[in-house]
């Protein structure tokens, strides 16, 4: 069975560094194809797809929040983590992460299977 | 401003048909896969349909997918009360080299 839970601050500051955390079971980030993403959902608003990071240690990031993430993976604890600099109120969010089963990128672009299955989400909030 | 584009919302009477669009271009929907997820109230959403067409296993066949061009459907026939939720689909953009999704459909089962 694959699963996948969120960790991390439940506040924080605007300006601070968030650090997140996806500890996951049941598949191996060593195996070709597989990869976890981060996605956030605002309060009533739609999911934001955040970044990725596949089995051979590359990464992809949204264009609009490049500068301020960085996704890493710790293969033998089974863990993937997301850091997000300079925060601020408008990323008080939810934020999930999920297993993509299948991934897979060419020179002229990636194919991506599905997000299956999802953590349960950990949620955000960014206020002094 | 989601890269893809869906209705804010669709209904429909128990038993009958809905489908959920999904508008895009050729940086993504058109050169790449989609897939569709349920996010009922409360909870982290689900997969539905990977690969334009493919229902994960556990997923009743009252759900189907498709894609033509730059554009992609979500199909629900026997609609029940326990499908109200959030649907939304999502794909790769070539351009952008990023994950994207649709802004989100609401179905109300009336």
């Known amino acids: 069975q694959v699963t996948l839970r969120e960790s991390g601050p439940a506040l924080v500051k605007p300006t601070q560094t968030l650090t997140l955390t996806c500890a996951f079971s049941?598949?191996?980030?060593?195996?070709?194809?597989?990869?976890v993403s981060w996605i956030r959902q605002a309060p009533g608003k739609a999911l934001e797809w955040l970044a990725l990071?596949?089995?051979?240690?590359?990464?992809y990031y949204s264009t609009s929040l490049k500068t301020r993430l960085t996704i890493s993976k710790d293969t033998s604890k089974n863990q993937v983590v997301l850091t997000m600099t300079n925060v601020d109120p408008v990323d008080t969010a939810t934020y999930y992460c999920?297993?993509?089963?299948?991934?897979?990128?060419?020179?002229?672009?990636?194919?991506?299977?599905?997000?299956?299955?999802w953590g349960q989400g950990i949620r955000v909030t960014v206020s002094s | 401003q989601s890269v893809l584009t869906q209705p804010p919302s669709v209904s429909a009477a128990p038993g009958q048909k809905v489908t959920i669009s999904c508008s895009g271009s050729?940086?993504?929907?058109?050169?790449?896969?989609v897939s569709w997820y349920q996010q009922l109230p409360g909870t982290a959403p689900k997969l539905l349909i990977y690969?334009?067409?493919h229902r994960p296993s556990g997923i009743p066949d009252r759900f189907s997918g498709s894609k033509s061009g730059t554009s992609a459907t979500l199909g629900i026939t026997g609609l029940q009360t326990g499908d109200e939720a959030d649907y939304y689909c999502?794909?790769?953009?070539?351009?952008?080299?990023?994950?994207?999704f649709g802004g989100g459909t609401k179905l109300t089962v009336l």
């Open positions: 999920a297993r993509i089963f299948k991934f897979f990128c060419s020179s002229d672009s990636c194919y991506v299977a599905g997000f299956d299955p």
């Open positions: 049941g598949f191996s980030l060593s195996t070709s194809g597989m990869c």
């Open positions: 990071i596949d089995w051979d240690d590359d990464t």
């Open positions: 050729s940086s993504n929907i058109g050169n790449n896969y």
């Open positions: 690969d334009n067409n």
């Open positions: 999502a794909t790769w953009d070539t351009s952008l080299s990023a994950g994207v």
